[in-house]
T-cell receptor, first 110, second 114 residues
């Protein structure tokens, strides 16, 4: 059973607000990822990290930023939310073979 | 650039029937993943296929991998309503170059009717 957590699970916020989506895992994995998914669509990689102090942008351009100060924690920040950021954000971590997904944060920007 | 194509994208089938979902990918990779997603939920790992010729089965689902053809299949045997979901295949981008992490297909939306 994978232990990867995301908060909040649902968030409705106004345009221009700063938000941070939290992701933590207790498996000691070095690799962590953020994916964005619109309803019924495929997932797109927006950020990943190989370990502490490592962050990289993924295939899909995103206005969000990430940090990795601790192995278990990989938060995603939007400095100024816009309606185009409305989506589901899924955090994942990876052992050698498996990639485990958190429950997701469904973000709505009004 | 790694591309992953699934077909069909939509599938409506009757209970008791068999069907196969196909997943093609464009560059060399030795790791292929199948996930299930229910509406509004996260992804549930079904299979991880790690080598050419790998075959894994769980209940009514069986997945296989042909790395030479760059093709994976997910076969459903005697479908039941509980298998209705969206099924994604994904390929590990590491060996294919570009960003690390998984590259996903568009998903197959499967509806199984009584």
């Amino acid at each position: 059973e994978a232990d990867i957590y995301q908060t909040p699970r649902y968030l409705v916020i106004g345009t221009g607000k700063k938000i941070t989506l939290e992701c933590s895992q207790t498996m000691g994995h070095d690799k962590m990822y953020w994916y964005q998914q619109d309803p019924g669509m495929e997932l797109h990689l927006i950020h990943y990290s190989y370990g502490v102090n490592s962050t990289e942008k993924g295939d899909l351009s995103s206005e969000s930023t990430v940090s990795r100060i601790r192995t278990e924690h990989f938060p995603l920040t939007l400095e100024s939310a816009r309606p185009s950021h409305t989506s589901q954000y899924l955090c994942a971590s990876s052992g050698y073979y498996e990639q485990y997904f958190g429950p997701g944060t469904r973000l709505t920007v009004t | 650039e790694l591309k992953v194509e699934q077909n069909p994208l939509f599938l409506s089938m009757q209970e008791g029937k068999n069907y196969t979902i196909y997943c093609n990918y464009s560059t060399t990779s030795d790791r292929l993943y199948w996930y299930r997603q229910d509406p509004g939920k996260s992804l549930e790992s079904l299979f991880v296929l790690l080598s050419n010729g790998a075959v894994k089965q769980e209940g009514r689902l069986m997945a296989s991998l042909d790395t030479k053809a760059r093709l994976s299949t997910l076969h459903i045997t005697a479908a039941v309503h509980d298998l209705s979901a969206t099924y994604f295949c994904a390929v590990d981008g590491y060996s294919g170059g570009g960003a690390d992490g998984l590259t996903f297909g568009k998903g197959t939306h499967l509806i199984i009717q009584p």
